[in-house]
């Protein structure tokens, strides 16, 4: 016990959209201290957009054909998306309890084709593992251990020994 309290680290996610989520699922699960900052009221907004026409989750396609769906990318993601592969993502999905049909176009979707339950679920499970979220905090300056959040006008001043930055795409390019 004293071992991991001494090893124990406390992290900052900036953006509770599915990648900070995503990270911080990955880092409380290896024991680390995990708080959630995200400028808007709620999480991951765009995700529940993409439930508005059917989302779709991934692809059922061999691996070989998938990775090139990444172009140029493709190789530096080879080695992420092999560790994390389609079928790795199916089966996380799964486990939050949200069964899965792949369509004829080969694309993976929810059977109610809805992301709520999905995200739903997934919050449940994250604070149960003890991940803390804190909304309506906007990033508004950085350094290596220090993050200042504006905070309904109010500055705050948080530090991590570590920080990921899971921001999404600058407004205008998604
Ligand atoms: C209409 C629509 C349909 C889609 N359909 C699908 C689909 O079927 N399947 C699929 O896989 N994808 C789909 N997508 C894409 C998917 O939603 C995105 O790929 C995904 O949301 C990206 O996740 P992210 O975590 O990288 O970024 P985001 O979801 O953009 O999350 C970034 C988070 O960071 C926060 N943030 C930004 N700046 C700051 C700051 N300064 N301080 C604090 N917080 C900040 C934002 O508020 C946000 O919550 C769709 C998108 C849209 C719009």
Request: charge should be negative; aromatic fraction near 8%; hydrophobic fraction near 45%.
């Amino acid at each position: 016990m004293q071992d991991a309290l001494q090893t124990q680290k406390t992290v900052i996610v900036v953006g509770a959209g599915p990648a900070g989520l995503m990270s911080a699922e990955g880092i409380c699960a290896a024991g680390h201290q995990v708080h959630v900052y995200d400028a808007k009221p709620s999480a991951c907004r765009k995700f529940l957009l993409a439930g508005v026409g059917g989302m779709n989750i991934t692809h059922s396609e061999a691996y070989s054909e998938f990775i090139q769906r990444y172009y140029d990318k493709a190789e530096w993601l080879s080695t992420p998306i092999s560790q994390f592969n389609a079928d790795a993502l199916c089966e996380w999905i799964h486990d939050l309890g949200i069964e899965t049909f792949v369509g004829t176009s080969g694309r993976v979707f929810p059977k109610d084709m809805k992301a709520a339950p999905l995200l739903r679920n997934w919050l449940k499970r994250l604070r149960d593992s003890g991940v803390q979220f804190h909304m309506r905090h906007k990033m508004v300056g950085l350094s290596a251990n220090e993050v200042v959040f504006d905070h309904a006008g109010d500055s705050v001043v948080v530090q991590a020994d570590a920080i990921v930055l899971a921001m999404g795409e600058p407004v205008g390019q998604s």
